[in-house]
């Protein structure tokens, strides 16, 4: 009877929860703190267009048709990228709710910093409320960028990241839904790293400052250092449109044409340009590389290594790859 | 054999029905069930000497409030102790003592008990929380004298208000102690006040039916108190309500029945969050019970229905723990906000004054739990290391223990940075031992705002 009871429970839940993952679905299109923002992904393609045009000597018509080539958007790597989005929003509305939120985080920072005798709280509480602001602002992005960069260096240097990591790199041709190819195991990594970054930025500021003084410069509810990396075009990282900027900004943002560089296929281009939004990570720790307009690059994997498009080999083959090198390691031991 | 199934089933499913449809929302009145009794009472309930305690709490209140700064030092202490120590019968109950549009059918405290006292229920355990190496009634009679040489109950050099750290502490020390470590405690066991003899000799109520109605008397509930919304009974205890408070309609309110005391109120003002109903969960407890009793009609109750009280028991001193918990959580967000006020103005006038009065009623709380059948051990000592003995005051100096003739030493200083970090880890605390669900005052909550104002969604982006 109780097992009658909990699945009828269930059942009438499926609906809400359906609800729920529709609604997730398009919300990200509609949220001005995403990427995929409507507003974005317009602002990306007036971007991409007027660089062809202007840039690359395509006239109106044909860098329009450039821009929204067919054979990029419905080629079977980029078919792929549609369903493992609609796919990962599923698992994340699952899991989401198992794993460590920024507030634990946040609480556990900040009682670990009233543990220490050398600075005590609100002891800056006095500074110029537009400084902290600003101070808040600038860390929040500062330590945020850092750690993807840091967390992404690992994804490539370590084969068990590695495994999961290369479903991203799967991809053979790119478009601004190809952020979201990635394996759901590289998600809740990710998610983490946010976790952590957050709680710990929150738990210090609102240690030193008192949590009544903080709050960030943001545009449209993002940080506006974000918002610029969204409005200056952040969707075409992934895509075949390889704007460049000059090799004085490169080093100290990413272009487009460095990001995909990250992903061409050649042997010289691999491991570097590990920076999301800064490129003066890459060029302190030495994995800068300048963009090669030029070069027509391709992207993807050797089908020994992934495949672009097959979705149960997506998912699976990392932990097959993970299985199999556990097992070498065991056999090398004994 | 399918009629035989049919007809059990429908006196099984009117059994039921008849059992939900007379399950009692009010506490009382229940019937004589005590073998043997010849008297003319009708109804069994009775708990007259806690609603007289609960009146004797809200009067010694009232009275910690009259000194005028010394002159009647001596002779408010000995009318303050009269209330306290006894005899009171005679005693005017000066609060609740109603008001225009809500009289009281009660005016001394012999009305509604001879002989109850607060000192003879009061916690008499070491109570470490107070400055003085004290057991309980010790720091009540301290507290009291200190009252009564203080102008209004107000210390503003040493951060006390004794109204409320008086009347908090007693709420705990006396109805909260009574009940989960006497009456639903000892009282319980089996052969302690048995069902089927008399509480005491010519008593009306068996052993079990008056222990149990002792329980619910400490708790401050009107009977029906399960009809009234968690706003309705916050009204009723501030005298505002009367049509909610006069359950019988007579235009009167009689005390015994029909009026919300401190710690109900304090249930009642946890329930107004909507995120708790500690009012509802403990009186149906206390209802429960009382029918389990009942329902022995004067035999000795069976292992089985001890089990059953026990876990109401259970039931009630949880959720009443909780209660306390949820109050002092309250004033410790409220001390925190009320230095955040400070810091911005002065620590002078009025906002210093409400600072004291939140930090007695937080104290007052905090000695409250403490005075409990259990032994809260590392949190109680953690408590009072936060909260201190006293009050940061208006020089950053605190009390930090008495001298040889009972003078406050304040020889150590505290910035109020300092101290509003103790309160947020008093909040802390407290929702780590106590779950704490209404959070009042939440300061914790502005570190999860802050949280929760960046996206962590977008945080799992990568590239």
């Known amino acids: 009877m109780d097992e009658v009871n909990s699945l009828s429970a269930l059942l009438s839940q499926l609906p809400d929860w359906g609800g729920t993952y529709l609604h997730d679905l398009s919300a990200d299109f509609l949220n001005e703190r995403k990427r995929i923002f409507w507003g974005y992904l317009a602002l990306s393609a007036v971007l991409a267009v007027l660089f062809l045009f202007s840039m690359r000597g395509y006239g109106w018509r044909s860098a329009l048709a450039r821009v929204f080539d067919k054979r990029v958007f419905w080629s079977g790597s980029a078919k792929a990228d549609y369903v493992i989005f609609a796919v990962n929003r599923a698992v994340s509305l699952l899991i989401s709710p198992m794993l460590l939120t920024q507030s634990a985080v946040t609480t556990t920072v900040f009682f670990a910093m009233s543990d220490q005798s050398v600075i005590g709280f609100q002891s800056l509480a006095g500074w110029p409320s537009g400084l902290i602001i600003a101070l808040y602002t600038l860390v929040f992005f500062l330590a945020d960028d850092l750690s993807k960069y840091l967390i992404h260096r690992w994804m490539h240097h370590w084969p068990g990241l590695w495994a999961f990591h290369k479903v991203h790199h799967s991809a053979e041709t790119m478009t601004p839904i190809t952020v979201y190819r990635v394996h759901p195991v590289e998600g809740i990594l990710y998610g983490l790293r946010g976790a952590l970054v957050v709680g710990c930025v929150i738990g210090v500021f609102a240690f030193l400052f008192g949590a009544g003084a903080l709050s960030l410069y943001t545009l449209l509810g993002v940080n506006v250092f974000a918002f610029f990396f969204n409005v200056a075009g952040a969707n075409l990282r992934h895509s075949h449109i390889n704007i460049a900027y000059w090799p004085w900004l490169e080093r100290v943002l990413i272009s487009p044409a460095q990001h995909q560089l990250h992903h061409s296929t050649a042997t010289r281009h691999f491991d570097r340009n590990f920076g999301a939004m800064l490129a003066i990570w890459d060029w302190m720790f030495g994995s800068l590389h300048l963009s090669e307009p030029e070069e027509e690059l391709t992207f993807g994997l050797k089908p020994h290594e992934a495949s672009a498009t097959r979705i149960a080999d997506i998912y699976l083959r990392p932990f097959r790859d993970l299985y199999h090198m556990a097992r070498r390691r065991l056999v090398r031991k004994s | ?463």
């Open chain 2, 1 to 463: 054999m399918f009629r035989s199934k049919l007809m059990t089933t429908s006196l099984v499913v009117s059994v039921a029905f008849l059992a939900q449809s007379t399950a009692a929302d009010t506490y009382g009145p229940f019937p004589i069930t005590l073998k043997g009794y010849e008297g003319d009472a009708t109804n069994s309930v009775s708990y007259g000497g806690q609603i007289a305690r609960q009146t004797l709490e809200q009067s010694l209140k009232s009275l910690a409030a009259k000194g005028d700064g010394g002159a009647n030092a001596a002779e408010l202490e000995k009318q303050m102790l009269s209330y306290f120590t006894g005899p009171t019968a005679e005693l005017p109950i000066i609060a609740p003592a109603g008001k225009d549009g809500f009289p009281i059918l009660q005016k001394t405290v012999g009305e509604l008990s001879g002989s109850a006292n607060l000192e003879g229920k009061f916690y008499n355990g070491l109570m470490p929380a107070w400055a003085g190496n004290m057991t309980g009634i010790d720091v009540a009679k301290d507290m009291i004298a200190r009252a009564a040489a203080s102008k209004g109950g107000y210390d503003a050099e040493n951060g006390f208000d004794y109204p409320q750290l008086i009347s908090k502490f007693t709420m705990g020390a006396v109805q909260y102690s009574q009940a989960v470590d006497n009456y639903l405690d000892e009282k319980l066991a089996a052969d302690v006040k048995p069902n089927n003899l008399p509480y005491s000799d010519g008593a009306s109520y068996t052993g079990k039916e008056h222990s149990w109605d002792e329980a619910f008397g400490y708790f401050g509930a009107p009977a029906h108190a399960t009809s009234l919304a968690p706003k309705v009974a916050y009204n009723v205890a501030k005298l505002a309500d009367l049509e909610a408070a006069d359950a019988n309609g007579d235009g009167v309110v009689d005390l015994k029945t029909e009026m919300v005391f401190g710690p109900a109120y304090y249930a009642a003002g946890a329930d107004t969050s909507g995120a708790t109903n500690y009012l509802p969960t403990i009186v149906n407890a206390y209802i429960g019970g009382r029918e389990v009793i009942t329902a022995a009609a004067g035999e000795a109750l069976t292992a089985e229905q001890l089990g059953e009280l026990k876990a109401y028991a259970s039931t009630i001193e949880d959720a009443w723990e909780n209660v306390l918990a949820e109050a002092a959580f309250k004033y410790a967000g409220s001390v925190y906000k009320d230095i955040a006020t400070m810091k911005d103005t002065a620590a002078e006038g009025d906002i210093y004054r409400t600072y004291v009065k939140h930090w007695g009623e937080l104290k007052g709380f905090a000695m409250a739990i403490q005075s409990g059948r259990k032994n809260l051990g590392a949190t109680a000592v953690e408590l009072n290391k936060l909260i201190g003995y006293g009050p940061v005051t208006a020089d950053n100096s605190y009390v930090t223990g008495v001298d040889a003739d009972g003078t406050f030493i304040r020889d150590r200083r505290m910035t109020w940075s300092d101290y509003q970090l103790n309160m947020l880890k008093v909040q802390k605390l407290l929702d780590e031992q106590f779950s704490i669900k209404a959070r009042s005052n939440d300061v914790l909550a502005e570190l999860d705002a802050l949280a929760g104002a960046v996206d962590a969604a977008s945080n799992a982006e990568t590239d």
